[in-house]
């Protein structure tokens, strides 16, 4: 036998495993041979996969696992086989391998061909980040989201068109949480919010791989990109390793500090250390039969927060500012000293008032998997994954698991009321069952699963969400007394000294109050308090809650190989999922009291709670909702590789969700969700080393049970107010006693209204309009690849893709009523079209790890441009997918469109590393990366009348100056010493941000804290002389446009690691 | 011949799959505007020239009730009361409360309550058949005495003058009944019950009068301006004359869709038949 082996591939797998697909031709006539045995041998597949040709020469063999396999072809008419070995499947991907022979006896000619690189018969966009990938270069900083734990979805930033963004990471221009998550086969998207629920490790990881967009069919419910996770699996031979990282925070950069309004108690966060340690090990139980592979991880974040006092520093003289914003404005003696910059009040240290806390959280990672054959041709994988997360407790802080940060950036209130204990759990089972007939034309793949999470966020002290002991009984209260109450134009703070006393070790009288004469007022004195509180928080923690969420998924998928005009793979498949969301929810003691401005009252803030008839009010200690939904699917497609030159896949997906409210009736129809898909590959090389492509694609939106919690089930509210003279809930007799006394509540309605005492707040579940279609999005992509050196491939695509249809919440009645539907359509139909556009050109160059190097580098030249970012708002931070503030309020529609915050027109993303092979089984490991982007767009935001700070846009979206470029080296410099055959250790380094760069990456886009209302197509030139909703002046914020956060600073991760 | 798989035939098969699924979206809960309503009084009987027969028009506020019984302890959104009150008779009401000396309780009297006979609306209506009368009876108002005018003592330093103030003649006693009945609310997740209409029998002081009753919500004031110059600065001075563009402003709180107008004697944005009332 002779072999010639042409290498092209087609659509693609599924969710990990890969396929190897193609043509035994005869060399000389060109027709396919019947009857060959194609034997694929490897370490990740137990024994060996056959499948003889069929009459057109075509064979199959599916369920592979990424990596390295060895290909045998044998035929009586054409001799004995040979092996080809080497060949590096990647997750997902189908890969073609035609093979040409000669009959037995004439002359032999054979072929080297490197395994393919250039995936000719798919046109899905993104990025495979295997282990090698995610180990040698330093992709994700330790700190933040799944930093300390290195989990997938932070490494997925690597991928051209993705980008970090509040909640996890982005893809082409969408949200995090448009996003869909897979751990192997098994979704574990949060079934609340449609974040990561599952942030597993890239240490148990053979591969992460990213499809930003032009994928299959297959694949569905996500308007963002599919990020899989794809675990490891034992084999017949025994790897495993031991790894720990530390990165210690006394190694950080030198920190640049924005300046911000001087507080009384000023608040530093400094990372004290993080890190991670644990071991996997994988191998058999019964040789080619039972496999396994479990690891544990445990990775710890801690940080210091330290406090001090400060006092405001007052005139002693009367004056005028001389220069800066405030120029040519009057002070006088007593007058807090401002920064004639921005305009904040300056303060001072007070020498002996530091004090320190800690903010610290845990997670622990453990991972099982068995891999079983019970027969030829099936497997059996049977998935396992518990993640429990602990923070705060005890007497430290928690962790804000979203964004990896400390709960609290101020501790401006008691500590009781300021921390709270988190636990976030999640654990997944899933197991997959893949046959295959034994001709190998028909192959089934089944998979159930469950994926789980548990979030609560507790009093500090543990105790439960709407207990009556400890601090669940304890309400949380607002105190923020600001009104004028002397007349001097500043406002009349409570001193600080009403709720903490002094450190012990400050000088005395340090924050004893100023005196003196009034100066818009010569008749009276005034008091200006040094040591002031703006704000202050006690008792309680106010607002807990603990979560339980469950997803529930059953899939299968049916593969048929066909003939016809061209080879085609036809799959079809369907599935069935169920989300659970248990939402128990409070305010510790039942309310959350805020004082009134002026300091006479005291009101419920936030209450759960419903009126039966006037003023007979029924207080809810806490509001449960166990909501859910159910959504089947099915899908159809077809890879047809046209007279074996062309490839066209084309399918279309169908989709059907209802989500269900607390009441358990249906609270949302989204039926008919059909996403066609249709792609051309033409490969002009014919040999497999090029491709140009084309895709169109739909994609619909799942949408997250919070909706369903929220405006689905209702949120019944109502709130009284108290005087505060006769009202101190922050004693617990109080709070159960005088508080909840009529004759000490204020009257707030009068003759005219039902109540007297009581308001209703959230008047119950808000509707749908009749004619609510789903949120989809539609995208085009082209381009090609070229495979310009072995292993290495050269491309370019562009992407556009836009939204359809937004499901939003609505009010046309400024904010008196609300529903939800598609804003321009249906009865939103006098609100403008939602949209949002998205174009992007890339260009990359990526090369796997072989022959000791890799690269994968990328530049995306991109324009984000509508009226909404997508499932959370950026500009505030509102997650809440699908009935965000976007829309709400008519008066605040203007100017909403421009530039969204993910408009970073140029990235550029260099990864590359390298390993140096010494004598004596050494070698030297360099890696790094270089990130370059350009900075995104800011606004001109003022304050609602209703809604508050920063929701209205005054100028256009985008008529900010744009954020500076930011750029960013990190690197990895590592050591291995081979111990004994297979054992090696390595000790690294990874240093983020090397130089320090401490570029500005956010800066204040608070125009004015004044109501105002936006200018309709608004210049620059329009805010001289702007006015507030009441005619009157604005007030400026001085700091408008200046930095408010900057670049991480340079951090050191060392790591060492011991694998066999 | 192509077929097409109809959008009804995609839906009624993914419903069969699901059991319990469909594809309308959900009704919405019957309940009223959490908020006053302009209430255009029509005189169905009695004598237009009465007290009780010349109300024409009058600001009511309606707030729904869900009862206990949901899961967990929440509401149950599918049995509600509702409650109306006056702001004629809370005028009446305040008089008394604010005499001296005060009349205390009346207020706890002016809430008209009933029950919505479904939890969901019927053809987009929601139903209270008949509602619990309010019975308002005044008291007779004694006359309130002069108080004699406050001297300045000049051997003072303090200003202790304080001009007298009149009698306030006394008011017979009077009584005030409201008996509202087949209140129909539009409950639409376009119009959450910011129109509807009733039939109200009115008593004042024995005086009887029927009215059929149109209100919208929230109550938007339609009287033009015009514009004066005034010390060197233009300012709005109310005309007393009706202007449209008020009613159609789609900032004023009014659902746009709704076809209101601009009545010239009330001055307030109306609509004065059965909803539900929306432009062409």
Same mark, same amino acid.
């Given at each position: 036998m002779a072999a010639q082996m042409a290498i092209v591939s087609t659509a693609e797998a599924g969710p990990t495993d890969s396929v190897l697909v193609g043509v035994i031709r005869d060399?000389? !006539?060109g027709e396919g041979v019947e009857g060959a045995v194609v034997i694929v041998t490897g370490e990740k597949i137990q024994g060996e996969r056959t499948m003889s040709t069929d009459t057109s020469g075509l064979y199959r063999i599916p369920n592979l696992p990424p990596g390295v396999y060895d290909i045998t072809v044998l035929h009586k008419d054409y001799g004995e086989g040979r092996r080809r070995k080497g060949l590096q499947l990647r997750s997902g991907v189908t890969i073609r391998v035609d093979i040409s022979m000669i009959p037995a006896g004439t002359d032999r000619r054979e072929i080297e061909v490197a395994a393919?690189?250039?995936? #000719?018969g798919s046109s899905s966009t993104g990025l495979n980040i295997d282990k090698e990938m995610s180990r040698r270069v330093p992709i994700?900083?330790?700190? +933040?989201?799944?930093g300390a734990n290195r989990s997938f979805e932070s490494v997925a930033?690597?991928?051209?068109?993705a980008a970090n963004d509040t909640y996890g990471t982005s893809v082409a221009g969408t949200t995090s949480p448009e996003n869909k998550y897979y751990v192997d086969g098994l !979704?574990?998207?949060?079934?609340?919010?449609?974040?990561?629920?599952t942030g597993l /490790?890239?240490?148990?990881?053979?591969e992460v791989r990213v499809?930003?967009?032009?994928?299959?069919?297959?694949?569905?419910? /996500?308007?963002g990109g599919i990020v899989t996770g794809v675990t490891k699996r034992g084999s017949n031979e025994f790897h495993g390793g031991i790894w720990a990282t530390y990165t210690p925070g006394?190694?950080?950069g030198q920190i640049k500090v924005p300046q911000r309004e001087g507080q009384t108690i000023q608040t530093e966060r400094n990372l004290n250390w993080l890190g991670d340690t644990g071991f996997d090990l994988g191998g058999r139980l019964?040789?080619?039969k039972l496999w396994f592979y479990g690891g544990v991880s445990i990775s710890h974040t801690d940080y210091k927060l330290t406090g001090s006092w400060n006092r405001r520093i007052l005139w002693t003289k009367d004056g005028t500012y001389g @220069?800066?914003?405030?120029?040519?404005e009057d002070y006088y003696a007593g007058d807090p000293r401002r920064?004639?910059?921005?305009g904040y009040q300056v303060t001072e240290r007070i020498a002996g008032t530091t004090f320190t806390r800690r903010a610290q959280g845990t997670t622990v990672q453990a991972l099982g998997k068995l891999t079983y054959a019970?027969?030829?041709?099936h497997t059996l994988d049977l998935l396992g994954i518990y993640a429990p997360q602990f923070s705060g407790g005890g007497d430290t802080f928690g962790m804000d698991q979203r964004r990896?940060?400390?709960?609290?950036?101020?501790?401006? +209130?008691?500590f009781n009321s300021l921390a709270h204990k988190y636990k976030d759990n999640s654990a997944d089972v899933m197991l997959t069952w893949k046959a295959l007939s034994a001709d190998g034309k028909w192959d089934v793949d089944t998979t159930v699963g469950w994926h789980h999470q548990l979030n609560q966020r507790l009093p500090v002290d543990g105790t439960a969400v709407?207990?009556?002991?400890? &601090?669940?009984?304890a309400p949380g209260v607002i105190y923020r007394r600001n009104v004028d109450a002397d007349g001097d134009g500043f406002p009349d703070y409570h001193p600080m000294t009403d709720f903490v006393k002094v450190p012990s070790g400050a000088p005395g009288g340090y924050c004893d109050a100023y005196t003196g004469p009034n100066p818009l007022d010569p008749t009276s004195d005034r008091t200006v308090e040094?040591?002031?509180?703006?704000t202050w928080t006690s008792g309680g923690p106010g607002f807990v809650y603990s979560r339980s969420l469950d997803r529930l998924q059953a899939r299968t998928v049916v593969t048929r190989l066909a003939q016809a005009a061209g080879h085609h793979t036809i799959k079809f498949g369907a599935d069935f999922e169920y989300m659970g969301y248990s939402s128990n929810r409070g305010y510790t003691g039942g309310t959350l009291y805020r004082e009134s401005t002026s300091g006479t009252s005291m009101s419920d803030y936030r209450q759960y709670g419903f009126l039966t /008839?006037?003023?007979h009010a029924n207080i809810l200690p806490n509001l449960r909702w166990d909501v859910y939904s159910t959504t089947i699917g099915g899908f159809v497609q077809d890879s047809w590789a046209i007279m074996d030159k062309v490839t066209l896949n084309a399918g279309a997906r169908y989709d059907a969700q209802h989500l269900f409210g607390g009441d358990k009736q249906l609270a949302m129809a989204l039926p008919n969700q059909i996403s066609p898909r249709v792609g051309l590959i033409w490969?002009?090389?014919?040999?497999?080393k090029a491709k140009i492509f084309a895709n169109y694609a739909r994609f619909y939106q799942s949408v997250p049970l919070n909706l369903a919690d929220r405006a689905g089930s209702g949120e019944p509210s109502i709130v009284s107010s108290h005087v505060a003279a006769d009202c101190d809930p922050t004693d617990l007799n109080q709070h159960t006693g005088a508080c909840q006394d009529d004759a000490n509540r204020? #009257?707030?309605?009068?003759?005219?209204?039902?109540?007297?005492?009581w308001i209703l707040l959230g008047a119950g579940k808000t509707p749908i309009d009749p004619k609510l279609k789903p949120q989809s999005s539609d995208e085009v992509v082209v381009g090609g690849d070229y495979?310009? *050196?072995?292993?290495g491939r050269l491309g370019l695509n562009y992407t556009h893709r836009w939204l359809n249809r937004v499901i939003e919440d609505m009010s046309r009645d400024e904010a008196t009523t609300y529903f939800i539907g598609n804003p321009g359509y249906?009865?939103?139909?006098d609100f403008p079209k939602a949209n949002r556009v998205y174009d992007a050109l890339v260009v990359f160059l990526d090369k796997r790890f072989a022959d000791h190097w890799l690269i994968s580098t990328s530049y995306t030249l991109s324009f984000l441009r509508g009226n909404i970012a997508g499932l *959370?708002?950026?500009?505030?931070?509102? &997650? @809440?997918?699908?009935?965000? !503030?976007?829309? @709400?309020?008519i008066s605040l529609l203007?100017?909403?469109?421009?530039? &969204?915050?993910?408009?970073?027109?140029h990235v550029l993303k260099v990864f590359s590393a390298g390993e140096i092979v010494l004598p004596g089984r050494q070698a030297i490991n360099l890696g790094g990366g270089v990130r370059a982007s350009s900075g995104g767009p800011t606004n001109y935001l003022g304050s609602h009348?209703?809604?508050?700070?920063?929701?209205?846009?005054? &100028?256009?979206?985008? !008529?900010?100056e744009r954020l500076p470029w930011t750029f960013r080296i990190d690197t990895n410099i590592g050591y291995t010493k081979e111990?004994?055959?297979?054992m090696r250790l390595t000790a690294s380094v990874d240093i983020f941000n090397i130089a320090n760069f401490q570029q #500005?990456?956010?800066?204040?886009?608070?125009?004015?804290l004044s109501d105002v209302n936006p200018i309709k197509d608004?210049?620059? /030139?329009?805010?001289?002389?702007l006015k507030d909703v009441d005619g009157a002046d604005i007030v400026k914020n001085?700091? *408008?446009?200046?930095?408010?956060a900057y670049q991480s600073p340079r951090m050191f991760r060392f790591g060492l690691r011991l694998s066999f | 011949m192509h077929r097409t798989i109809a959008p009804a035939t995609l839906c009624a098969l993914a419903g069969l799959a699901l059991m %319990?699924? %469909?594809c309308q979206q959900p009704l919405v809960n019957c309940t009223s505007a959490h908020s006053p309503y302009l209430a255009y009084m029509k005189l169905?009987?009695?004598? %237009?020239?009465s007290p009780c027969g010349s109300i024409g028009v009058d600001i009511i506020t309606l707030n729904t009730y869900f009862q206990e019984g949901g899961?967990?302890?929440?509401?149950?959104?599918?049995h509600a009361k509702v409650a109306i009150t006056s702001t004629n008779l809370a005028g009446y009401i305040d008089q008394a409360e604010g005499w001296t000396p005060p009349v205390e309780?009346?207020?706890?009297?002016?809430n008209a309550i009933g029950d919505f006979s479904t939890g969901k609306p019927v053809d987009e209506f929601c139903v209270v058949d008949k509602l619990a009368p309010v019975v308002v009876d005044v008291p007779e108002l004694p006359t309130i005495p002069e108080v004699p005018e406050v001297p300045d003592?000049?051997?003072?330093?303090?200003?202790?003058h304080e001009d007298a103030i009149p009698e306030v003649p006394g008011i017979p006693a009077q009584s005030f009944r409201y008996d509202w009945s087949k209140l129909k609310i539009l409950v639409t997740a376009d119009a959450q019950g910011t129109q509807l209409s009733a039939h109200l029998k009115y008593t004042e002081n024995g005086c009887v009068a029927e009215y059929d009753v149109f209100a919208v919500s929230p109550p938007v004031e339609c009287e033009g301006e015009d514009k004066v110059e005034m010390d060197g600065e233009t300012v709005l001075v109310p005309n007393g004359k009706p202007d449209q563009t008020k009613c159609d402003d789609?900032?004023?709180?009014?659902?746009?869709?709704f076809a209101t107008k601009c009545d010239a004697d009330l001055l307030y944005c109306v609509i004065t038949t059965t909803p539900p009332v929306y432009r062409e």
């Open positions: 060399a000389r !006539s393919p690189t250039v995936d #000719v994700a900083l330790p700190t +933040g989201k799944g930033e690597a991928t051209p068109t !979704s574990v998207n949060d079934p609340g919010f449609g974040l990561n629920g /490790s890239v240490e148990f990881l053979e499809e930003a967009g032009g994928y299959m069919p297959e694949f569905g419910r /996500s308007t006394q190694l950080q019964i040789k080619d @220069d800066g914003p405030l120029k040519g920064d004639p910059v921005t019970p027969a030829k041709r990896g940060l400390p709960e609290v950036s101020s501790m401006t +209130g008691d709407g207990a009556n002991n400890g &601090l669940a009984a040094r040591c002031p509180a703006q /008839s006037p003023d490969d002009p090389t014919q040999s497999g204020r #009257v707030l309605g009068d003759n005219t209204t039902p109540d007297s005492y495979e310009i *050196f072995p292993n249906g009865i939103a139909k *959370f708002r950026p500009e505030t931070g509102q &997650l @809440d997918p699908n009935i965000n !503030s976007d829309f @709400d309020l203007e100017n909403k469109q421009g530039y &969204l915050p993910g408009d970073t027109r009348a209703l809604y508050g700070a920063d929701e209205a846009f005054i &100028l256009p979206r985008g !008529s900010g111990l004994a055959r297979g #500005v990456i956010a800066v204040d886009q608070t125009y004015t608004g210049t620059v /030139s329009d805010l001289q002389g001085p700091n *408008f446009g200046k930095p408010i | %319990a699924s %469909a169905k009987k009695g004598d %237009a020239e899961l967990n302890g929440t509401p149950d959104y599918d309780g009346l207020g706890d009297k002016r003592d000049p051997e003072t330093p303090e200003d202790e789609e900032s004023n709180g009014l659902n746009p869709s």
